[in-house]
T-cell receptor
Framework: NAGVTQTPKFQVLKTGQSMTLQCAQD?????MYWYRQDPGMGLRLIYY???????DKGEVPNGYNVSRLNKREFSLRLESAAPSQTSVYFC?????????????FGPGTRLTVT | GENVEQHPSTLSVQEGDSAVIKCTYS??????FPWYKQELGKRPQLIID?????GEKKDQRIAVTLNKTAKHFSLHITETQPEDSAVYFC??????????FGAGTTVTVRA
């Protein structure tokens, strides 16, 4: 039981390049989330997927797109990377509503945009 | 939306002493308040949570208190140990999918 996995672990992009961060969970969870973590700002929600087939914007969605590929997988795409998107990105999953219980986090992706 | 403020941003305590972290929230509809611990270079992990129908919850050396009237909640760690050194995040949510996190408190336990 791997829990929540993310690829890649590290990535360096040049301004304007695109990339997709991958996330998968094997806990049969309905809901999945993408957060970014910046020093002194906690975890900020980028997008979430309440269930397979649905996605919604979070607090900081600009510059990102997401795809809920199936119940297990939720990807985050940066179409044209900017230095302001340098951050650590965490994927998370939960059984259902955020208020229903624990969110399980992946190991994170450290992204640097130069 | 919900706004969570967390204080202090850093906290240094002597091993064996207690640590207290306080959070305030803005949305009176919030009813679930988890605390996450993040060790250096690791992922956040839930350590304790409390719901709005409960005023206090304990789990060994960790306790959380909630004051709904004042819209604040606190994490208490007693008999601190070196392994308690980490960043702690509070969070709050009404009954939906969005969890709003505080900015985090870096706790250092001095030997």
């Amino acid at each position: 039981n791997a829990g929540v996995t993310q690829t890649p672990k590290f990535q360096v992009l040049k301004t304007g390049q695109s990339m997709t961060l991958q996330c998968a969970q094997d806990m049969n969870h309905n809901s999945m989330y993408w957060y970014r973590q910046d020093p002194g700002m906690g975890l900020r929600l980028i997008y979430y997927s309440a269930s397979e087939g649905t996605t919604d914007k979070g607090e900081v969605p600009n510059g990102y797109n997401v795809s809920r590929l199936n119940k297990r997988e939720f990807s985050l795409r940066l179409e044209s990377a900017a230095p302001s998107q340098t951050s650590v990105y965490f994927c998370a999953s939960s059984v259902g509503l955020a208020g229903a219980g624990e969110q399980y986090f992946g190991p994170g992706t450290r992204l640097t945009v130069t | 939306g919900e706004n969570v403020e967390q204080h202090p941003s850093t906290l240094s305590v002597q091993e064996g002493d207690s640590a207290v972290i306080k959070c305030t929230y803005s949305d009176s509809a919030s009813n679930y308040f988890p605390w996450y611990k993040q060790e250096l270079g690791k992922r956040p992990q839930l350590i304790i949570d409390i719901r709005s129908n409960v005023g206090e919850k304990k789990d060994q050396r960790i306790a959380v208190t909630l004051n709904k009237t004042a819209k604040h909640f606190s994490l208490h760690i007693t008999e601190t140990q070196p392994e308690d050194s980490a960043v702690y995040f509070c969070a709050a949510t009404p009954w939906d999918y969005k969890l709003s996190f505080g900015a985090g408190t870096t706790v250092t336990v001095r030997a």
